[in-house]
């Protein structure tokens, strides 16, 4: 259906993927989620449009391991978060 998936995160139940659009409005993947939701046992589901955040890391990442370097070199330190959310596909 899609010319392109990818599993961005998995663990236990949850699935995060990454699908292209192609021609496809946001309405009509959260029409065909509902109609597969119960083939397939989801029970949530989220759909969300790539954010410009993620477009400028993304854009930030080609253009470091364009110059060469490694994961570990672009690594960041973060402060810990106090909460998290988790999206994507539950299947019960």
């Known amino acids: 259906m899609f010319q392109?998936?990818?599993?961005?995160?998995?663990?236990?139940?949850?699935w995060k993927l990454k699908v292209s659009r192609d021609?496809?409005?946001?309405?009509?993947?959260?029409?065909m989620m509902e109609d597969i939701s119960q083939e397939?046992?989801?029970?949530e589901y989220s759909i969300a449009?790539?954010?410009l955040e993620q477009i400028f890391n993304n854009f930030a990442i080609a253009a470091d391991q364009a110059?060469?370097?490694s994961k570990r070199q672009m690594s960041v330190k973060r402060k810990?978060?106090?909460?998290?959310t988790a999206?994507?596909?539950t299947k019960t």
């Open 4 to 14: 392109t998936c990818a599993v961005v995160e998995h663990y236990g139940a949850s």
């Open 23 to 31: 021609d496809y409005s946001i309405g009509y993947l959260f029409g």
């Open 40 to 43: 397939f046992a989801i029970s």
């Open 49 to 51: 449009q790539t954010t």
């Open 67 to 69: 110059k060469g370097k």
């Open 80 to 84: 810990p978060s106090v909460k998290g």
């Open 87 to 89: 999206e994507g596909i």
